[in-house]
């Protein structure tokens, strides 16, 4: 109903409401509440569907949220797999693919599979391993399984040569390079896990070994968990990296790790 007050139109709304019973074809017959606005009312429904419908629309946003979810940490996870630089021939080597013989090889590949599943407190301790020994007895393979691992969990981690590494500092040094050896090394740093593969195959120059040093000694300064590769034995890893590098690689639980047995390529 309209009426003129001082000029101007004012709109009576007239609301009513009752309870009616209402009979549902999948739920049992019940009272429902229907409301009535200018004469039109609303109609019945059955509060046991529309909590049915409300739950399935729920539901279908959890699964909406969940997917998102996991394409985000797949998307991750693929970023976080392109720039550590595992080489192609190890891109999918886990613990699973790696088949020890010997007690002595199931205990090394414990060692390694038990820092990758505990590499958060790891991280926090700043823990560190030396895969060292005979070549081609298995230590790049388990070293790039506890990254695979760690990076499967949302971590990163760069897998590097060590002739690389040095090489791409030393570039650094040429006044044509666009990055600066600090961009450098900071790279090096600031990754959760750093393997350093071939140490002591390079020249080891004063230079080198200082550089080196530089990138060791900044990570463990930061706390940072550093895996080191050498075909040496731990002696003369020891005389080619020096003394501190292996005291500091040793500190909070860091593990020297022997690989001693012969070598499984050709066999």
Same mark, same amino acid.
């Given at each position: 109903?309209?009426?003129?007050?001082?000029?101007?139109?004012?709109?009576?709304?007239? &609301?009513?409401?009752?309870? $009616?019973?209402?009979?549902?074809?999948?739920?049992?017959? +019940?009272?429902?509440? @229907?409301?009535?606005?200018?004469?039109? /009312? +609303?109609?019945? &429904?059955?509060?046991?569907?529309?909590?049915? %419908?409300?739950?399935?629309?729920?539901?279908?946003?959890?699964?909406?949220?969940?997917?998102?979810?996991?394409?985000?940490?797949?998307?991750?996870?693929?970023?976080?797999?392109?720039?550590?630089?595992?080489?192609?021939?190890?891109?999918?080597?886990?613990?699973?693919?790696?088949?020890?013989?010997?007690?002595?090889?199931?205990?090394? %590949?414990?060692?390694?599979?038990?820092?990758?599943?505990?590499?958060?407190?790891?991280?926090?301790?700043?823990?560190?391993?030396?895969?060292?020994?005979?070549?081609?007895?298995?230590?790049?393979?388990?070293?790039?399984?506890?990254?695979?691992?760690? $990076?499967?969990?949302?971590?990163?981690?760069?897998?590097?040569?060590?002739?690389?590494?040095?090489?791409?500092?030393? *570039?650094? /040094?040429?006044?044509?390079?666009?990055?600066?050896?600090?961009?450098?090394?900071?790279?090096?740093?600031?990754?959760?896990?750093?393997?350093?593969? *071939?140490?002591?195959?390079?020249?080891?120059?004063?230079?080198?070994?200082? @550089?080196?040093?530089?990138?060791?000694?900044?990570?463990? +300064?930061?706390?940072?968990?550093?895996?080191? @590769?050498?075909?040496?034995?731990?002696?003369?890893?020891?005389?080619?990296?020096?003394?501190?590098?292996?005291?500091?690689?040793?500190?909070?639980?860091?593990?020297?790790?022997?690989?001693? /047995?012969?070598?499984?390529?050709?066999?």
């Amino acid at each position: 109903m309209m009426q003129e007050q001082g000029g101007l139109m004012s709109i009576n709304i007239i &609301f009513e409401s009752k309870e $009616i019973d209402f009979d549902c074809e999948l739920h049992s017959k +019940s009272k429902v509440k @229907i409301f009535c606005v200018s004469n039109i /009312w +609303s109609s019945g &429904f059955c509060k046991d569907c529309v909590e049915i %419908k409300r739950q399935e629309a729920v539901k279908l946003e959890q699964e909406r949220a969940e997917k998102e979810k996991e394409r985000e940490r797949l998307a991750k996870i693929e970023s976080l797999l392109l720039r550590a630089g595992i080489p192609p021939r190890f891109k999918y080597h886990s613990f699973e693919t790696f088949f020890a013989t010997t007690s002595d090889q199931e205990l090394k %590949k414990k060692l390694c599979l038990d820092y990758a599943n505990n590499f958060l407190e790891n991280f926090k301790l700043g823990k560190s391993i030396i895969l060292c020994g005979t070549t081609g007895t298995g230590k790049t393979h388990l070293a790039c399984s506890i990254a695979n691992q760690v $990076i499967q969990n949302k971590n990163s981690a760069i897998f590097i040569n060590v002739f690389k590494a040095i090489d791409d500092i030393k *570039e650094t /040094w040429s006044k044509h390079s666009d990055k600066t050896e600090r961009e450098v090394i900071n790279n090096f740093i600031k990754t959760d896990l750093l393997i350093l593969d *071939e140490i002591g195959v390079q020249f080891g120059s004063d230079s080198e070994k200082m @550089i080196l040093f530089k990138i060791l000694n900044e990570r463990y +300064s930061n706390m940072k968990p550093t895996i080191l @590769i050498s075909n040496l034995n731990v002696e003369a890893l020891q005389e080619f990296v020096g003394e501190r590098v292996i005291d500091r690689m040793k500190e909070n639980g860091g593990m020297i790790v022997k690989f001693d /047995w012969k070598s499984h390529r050709g066999n």
